[in-house]
């Protein structure tokens, strides 16, 4: 049973890079043909998806946050992460992790809040 | 990129009756690569039909969804207490993937 599971701080100061790492256990990033995915649901609102790596390293990023966001993969720790630069109020949400198109696993989901 | 929108927002049902929740999106979704998702408060979501009409693994068969093109509908033929929560939608056949805003199922 494949797991991920989200870690990071849970605040970041305005203009700050906000960093988060999925850790995944039961498989291996690079043993299957998988989009890993980052996707993000601000306080009482819906989803976002933000970006994905392949299971090659190659990435994919929303338009709308292209300019802000770099997704990584460490195959010898198993995990990808996730940096969104210049953070702002509007950036406050759970970030999810998640593997495939669509999603069929999911972590957790942790909370990032954006505030001095 | 795809706007999907969802209706209605929210559906109040009591346990036993049929949900029909609807999904349409502003330019044909390829493939009828379409996902419908349950999310409970506090929890990630869960992915309940995948390619329009399949079932994702150990989904109840009262799930079902159904449509092409631009149409899309996801039925729950008799609601257990379970299934009250926020249902979206989501196309994945053009980048970036983008989701619905959701629709609320609720105890009538």
């Known amino acids: 049973q494949v797991q991920l599971q989200e870690s990071g701080p849970g605040l970041v100061k305005p203009s700050q890079t906000l960093s988060l790492t999925c850790t995944v256990s039961?498989?291996?990033?690079?043993?299957?043909?998988?989009?890993w995915s980052w996707i993000r649901q601000p306080p009482g609102k819906g989803l976002e998806w933000i970006g994905y790596?392949?299971?090659?390293?190659?990435?994919y990023y929303n338009p709308s946050l292209k300019s802000r966001v770099t997704i990584s993969v460490d195959t010898s720790k198993n995990q990808f992460s996730l940096k969104l630069s210049s953070v702002t109020a509007a950036d406050t949400a759970v970030y999810y992790c998640?593997?495939?198109?669509?999603?069929?696993?999911w972590g957790q989901g942790t909370l990032v809040t954006v505030s001095s | 990129e795809i706007v999907l929108t969802q209706s209605p927002a929210t559906l109040s049902l009591s346990p036993g009756e049929r949900a029909t929740l609807s999904c349409g999106a502003s330019?044909?979704?390829?493939?009828?690569?379409l996902a419908w998702y349950q999310q409970k408060p506090g929890l990630a979501p869960r992915l309940l039909i995948y390619d329009a009409s399949s079932r994702a693994t150990g989904i109840p068969d009262r799930f079902s969804g159904s449509g092409s093109g631009t149409d899309f509908t996801l039925t729950i033929s008799r609601l257990e207490p379970e299934d009250f929560a926020v249902y979206y939608c989501q196309q994945y056949g053009s980048s970036p993937p983008t989701f619905g805003q959701g629709t609320k199922v609720e105890i009538k």
């Open positions: 790596i392949y299971y090659s390293g190659s990435t």
């Open positions: 330019q044909s979704v390829s493939s009828s690569y």
């Open positions: 039961g498989g291996s990033i690079s043993s299957g043909d998988y989009y």
């Open positions: 998640a593997r495939e198109f669509p999603a069929d696993y």
